[in-house]
């Protein structure tokens, strides 16, 4: 069975870091994207970023609001990705989720699109950062 | 960025109903969407991806068409556990964006 945990939350102050894990059962995490997305209280889904599969070179993607200061990681031999979160501010605050993502691409009109969807999620774990 | 919105953002429906939701995207997105359900305290459950397809063990009373800038995701036959949030998200150019999402409720 295909099954995703993530760990590492908890209370951080402003400015500092934290490093989430998401560990993957069921399926060879490097043949597969991940994705990280998050939800702020009584908010709705934001996407913070994705790590593609090894097909696609393990390549990585970030919301600009997170970008320089948050790294996605792979460790395939211990089939756990991490969310490296740097720099901290009190508006990362929320559930964090990280979920399998299908890698793939089209070409169409001539260009190349790179897609990543999402097909099985994690239970999330929460950030809250706080003085 | 591409910019999802969603309507409506809340529903009220009864049990038995069949209800559709609908999101739009800022600009083209072939048929790059995705579907997600999300109960209250639990993580997010893909549905539906491509617009149309569903994830394996999704039931057939879920579908999704569309492509372009409008979608829409269609319920059948509401269950008591289909109460909850929707929510579409774009990926065909980063950074994906999910729309707000719709909370559909029991009447």
């Known amino acids: 069975e295909v099954q995703l945990g993530e760990s590492g939350g908890g209370l951080v102050q402003p400015g500092r870091s934290l490093r989430l894990s998401c560990t993957a059962s069921?399926?060879?995490?490097?043949?597969?994207?991940l994705t990280w997305v998050r939800q702020a209280p009584g908010k709705g889904l934001e996407w913070v970023g994705c790590i593609r599969s090894k097909d696609y070179r393990g390549t990585t993607e970030y919301a600009a609001s997170v970008k320089g200061r948050f790294t996605i990681s792979r460790d395939a031999s211990k089939s756990i990705a991490y969310l490296q979160m740097n720099g901290l501010k009190t508006e990362d605050t929320g559930v964090y989720y990280c979920g399998r993502a299908i890698s793939g691409h089209d070409i169409w009109s001539g260009s190349v699109y790179n897609y990543d969807y999402t097909d099985v999620w994690g239970k999330g774990t929460t950030v809250t950062v706080s003085s | 960025d591409i910019h999802m919105t969603q309507s409506p953002s809340s529903l009220s429906a009864s049990v038995g109903d069949s209800i559709t939701i609908t999101c739009r995207a800022s600009q083209g997105i072939r048929n790059h969407l995705a579907w997600f359900q999300q109960r209250p305290g639990k993580a997010p459950k893909s549905l539906i991806y491509a617009a149309s397809s569903l994830h394996r063990g999704v039931p057939s009373k879920f579908s999704g068409s569309g492509s372009g800038t409008d979608f829409t995701l269609t319920i059948s036959s509401l269950l008591p556990e289909d109460f909850a949030t929707y929510y579409c998200?774009?990926?065909?150019?980063?950074?994906?964006?999910f729309g707000p999402g719709t909370r559909l409720e029991i009447k």
């Open positions: 069921g399926f060879t995490i490097g043949d597969y994207g």
């Open positions: 998200q774009q990926y065909f150019s980063y950074p994906y964006t």
